[in-house]
């Protein structure tokens, strides 16, 4: 395990309310991206972006709490505010039992070809955007299940305009939502596919489908909903 040298451990333990009812028991500053290989147990700590990587702002580019490299699990981390742009995962990764509170940039984001992530529990809020952010190649697929998210944009995003496109698939498994505009944005023009199963998310959106590019571009929106093909719904 590669851990960035400059972290510093602030020693006040205490108990957040979260989504997912989860406490953090320390707080550990972070002012350069923590560098993950093999396994990384936070223990419940809270780690909370500092120096540069605390400006909370939601520019593009910037840099993440967390990078971990092919093959990398991060477990029992609560991200706190702010969170910089979060998770970067550099090819397949596992994130079990990570909870952000308030969202940076992004929760996480995904790259890499033939990339297998899993999500397996946690919680996310306060995302104004995205909450993940898919910006793999081609070949492997995510999996997200046993989350609660609330107040967010878009709880997942297959990148709209990454200037390497491929088709993504998602599943989506046991998720309870609320306060959010839609699950998950898809590229039909690529051929995405998202699988969307045990749903508590009320009445929000189950997919947007846009027309995606690689020229920078937004993506043009083109329907909602599940259609059968790129957007499944049970």
Not at 116 to 137: H, L
Request: proline share 1%; aromatic share 6%; with cysteine.
């Amino acid at each position: 395990m590669l851990i960035g040298a400059a972290v510093l451990a602030v020693a006040m333990a205490g108990s957040v309310s979260l989504v997912s009812a989860a406490s953090a028991d320390a707080d550990i500053q972070v002012t350069a991206t923590i560098n993950v290989s093999g396994n990384f147990d936070g223990s419940g700590n809270r780690y909370i972006g500092a120096g540069d990587l605390g400006s909370g702002g939601q520019d593009e580019g910037q840099d993440p709490l967390f990078k971990l490299a092919n093959g990398a699990t991060l477990s029992n981390v609560v991200l706190g505010s702010p969170a910089a742009d979060g998770i970067h995962c550099s090819g397949s990764c596992t994130l079990r039992n990570v909870t952000w509170q308030d969202v940076g940039e992004d929760a996480a984001t995904f790259r890499g070809t033939n990339a297998t992530v899993v999500v397996d529990g946690g919680s996310a809020a306060k995302a104004s955007d995205k909450v993940f952010q898919d910006n793999r190649g081609a070949g492997g697929s995510v999996t997200i299940r046993n989350f609660r998210v609330n107040d967010f944009g878009k709880f997942y995003r297959s990148c709209g305009n990454c200037s390497t496109q491929a088709a993504r698939t998602v599943n989506i498994q046991n998720l309870t939502a609320t306060g959010g505009d839609v699950i998950a944005g898809v590229n039909v023009n690529y051929g995405d596919v998202a699988r969307l199963s045990g749903l508590n998310i009320g009445s929000i959106d189950t997919c947007h489908l846009f027309n995606g590019n690689n020229s920078g571009d937004e993506p043009t929106k083109i329907g909602e909903g599940a259609n059968g093909r790129n957007c499944i719904v049970s």
